[in-house]
């Protein structure tokens, strides 16, 4: 990471924007984890036009990397090297348009479940139970409660790294499982989603049950980052969840320094309070490890995990299928 000149002068080399550029900028205290090192700059673009600015006039060396609210998301404690793009207010905008809702990138799902449910549309209750944004909820295909974006996607709008706007359809985004073929250095800014007309004490009552569920059965109160690995389609997992395998290898209330497998659901790890992001990943790799030794299964990351490890830190070791 630069020391905190150099981050300075990184901003003396970047285009004009209307947006705001800060240095060396701290990533744990927007992470849910709350850990990791600091950007060296990151850039809140005001709109689309204004991200669309800087890329396309960014140096071709400066790497770029882009964040939502940090729900799942590990920053390694070293930081992130070049520029952490972070798309604010001038995304957020919801709007119904008939049966369908139109939403920025930096929405949070929850905020366009309640749209939906304001506009009497049913469909995206789901979304009410995923911890994040539209726009990585596009990358990822995410899902939780029986619906994935997958379901409900009718297009997307992004931003390729050098700052031309396409417009996607699902086709074109090929999403599977937790996995969209959308190039890594391309920016989801807008989506638009699919519902139909419902009734609104219906709708209301399947978010309501949604956080029971939620809270009844993960821990959403403490550090944690959501769900750490994808549920497996591999043969040796026998329809198990990843939950499923992780409890079987015994790994329940697993620590390694200040990071703990959940006791209350074992596909979340935790920060109980003096974590590095080393412990935890070096806890995730344990668990996958455990896990590959007690059912042949390689667990694969759901967890976004970016930047370099501190100075002199160890990267742990990933498992991996022989």
């Known amino acids: 990471m630069m020391p905190a000149g150099q981050s300075q ?37 005001l709109d689309r036009d204004d991200l669309v600015t800087f890329l396309k006039g960014r140096p071709s060396d400066v790497p770029v990397t882009v964040i939502g609210v940090g729900s799942n998301l590990l920053v390694r404690d070293g930081g992130v090297p070049g ?44 979304l009410s139970g995923i911890p994040g944004t539209i726009g990585g909820a596009v990358r990822m295909n995410a899902g939780a409660f029986g619906g994935e974006l997958s379901d409900v996607l009718i297009s997307a709008e992004a931003v390729d790294g050098q700052g031309h706007v396409h417009q996607l359809t699902p086709a074109d985004l090929h999403l599977t499982y937790r996995h969209s073929e959308l190039p890594e250095d391309w920016i989801v800014t807008s989506a638009r989603l699919k519902g139909h007309p419902g009734d609104a004490a219906a709708i209301g009552a399947r978010m309501d049950e949604i956080r029971a569920t939620r809270e009844d059965s993960q821990p959403v109160r403490v550090r944690t980052g959501g769900s750490t690995f994808k549920n497996p389609k591999a043969p040796e997992a026998t329809g198990r969840k990843a939950w499923q395998l992780i409890d079987a290898a015994g790994c329940r209330g697993l620590t390694r320094g200040g990071a703990m497998v959940s006791e209350k659901h074992c596909n979340f790890l935790i920060n109980t309070g003096t974590a590095t992001a080393a412990d935890i990943e070096a806890l995730g790799e344990e668990v996958r490890r455990r896990v590959f030794q007690n059912s042949g299964v390689v667990l694969e990351w759901e967890i976004q995990r970016i930047g370099v490890p501190a100075a002199g830190a160890l990267e742990p070791v990933a498992t991996e299928a022989p």
């Open 9 to 45: 002068s990184l901003i003396e080399r970047l285009p004009t924007v209307r947006g705001r550029y800060t240095a060396s900028a701290d990533l744990a205290k927007i992470t849910w984890f709350r850990v990791g090192g600091p950007a060296d700059v990151t850039f809140r673009p």
């Open 83 to 126: 520029v952490v793009i972070r798309l604010g207010r001038g995304f957020v905008d919801i709007r119904a348009e008939g049966d369908e809702v139109v939403s920025g990138a930096a929405a949070l799902d929850l905020n366009v479940a309640r749209a939906a449910l304001d506009a009497r549309l049913t469909g995206l209750e789901f």
